[in-house]
């Protein structure tokens, strides 16, 4: 007797016999083998086709499902363990749902967590509200603790620290090696948020850290057209619960969107280089203007933080802040609203340039800081940075006249 036909064979193209409606169903299926183009295949599929019965439950076998993974999103996985130096990496569909994706596969009732105050306000919500409700206690820490001081604060029943270095708004730079030195033989786990650094500029597994989250929505994806997050691990045990915690979720990111991110990793670092140069041209520029108090930026010499920037990093990205001398919220208003070039927007990592007054999110920290002036974030996109410098200097006089 003749083997029975595989699937793929089966479907390989359309029957000579039957109905219409059954030729139909039949026709138009893939090729056996594919054209080798420079980007991998987009396959749109929820149901995969095994070659035969026993692979239907063979545990060996993980692809089973098209959530799962095609091929684009495959290439994007093995791009990124690349780049990260991880064992793999897993893909979720934006930067918040890695987050969440990756504390609720590490974390459970009773466990307590230490997150940098400089955490991205997302992080914030989804610990102030989602792991509340589980039972996992949060507790946040001033990002400028020394790494032994924060170490001497954990409890018995610390599983993770998360750190975001430079912090979200205000750049603090922190010593994550340390921390991760410090952690490991507690059995703590670190955790770093690394959309500034691309998992490019700065390598978290490569320092010791045990997770490296991105919002690929920022850098990777480059074009402020696409959601995704990601999670890497050196650890096969831990790449294991990410990729347990992505199956028990139901996380899944398309092969479109795979492929546009996987589109942006290519040429990542030549744009990465251009934000770096042009934002050190603009902040360099700030720190000498009349209006500007501070300017917040580890890349910066004499930057607070620029030390361990420069021991840690290969350069900088195009995200910063800096603080305007005291003035009131209409004359930050005025000044924002002068600038051309900039667009008032939130997201940042994209070609464009972006502005934002931070004083408002300041205000769901625990720990509280404040500074002379109002705090503003600027993304310095691949504009000319001379343009870029023309549009704050215009907007800087209307602040200055605004002031009072």
Known sequence: MAPRKSNTERLGGPPSTGSE???LIRAGQAPETLAKTVGPPIQKGSTVLLPNAASLYDDANYLTYGRQGLAAQTALQDALAGLENAAGVTLYPSGVAALSGALLAVLK?????????AAYKPTRRFCDHALKRFGVKTTYFDPRTPPETLLGEAAPATRLILMESPGSLSFEMQDMARVAELAKPRDILTVADNTWGAGYLYKPLDHGIDIALQALTKYVGGHSDTFMGSAATADPKLLRALNDGVLHLGWAVSGDDAYQMLRGLRTMPTRLARHGTSG??????????????????PALPGAAGHDLWKRDYIGASGLFGFVLQPGPQAAVDAFLDELDLFGLGFSWGG????????DHQLTSRKLLRSYPGPLIRLHIGLEDPADLIADLARGLDVYAARRG
């Open 280 to 297: 050190l041209e603009v902040a360099a520029w700030l720190r000498d203007h009349p209006m500007v108090g501070e300017v917040l930026h």
């Open 21 to 23: 409606a059954t030729r």
């Open 351 to 358: 070609f464009e340039s972006l502005a934002i007054a931070c």
């Open 109 to 117: 009732t009773g466990d307590e967590i230490l997150v940098t105050d």
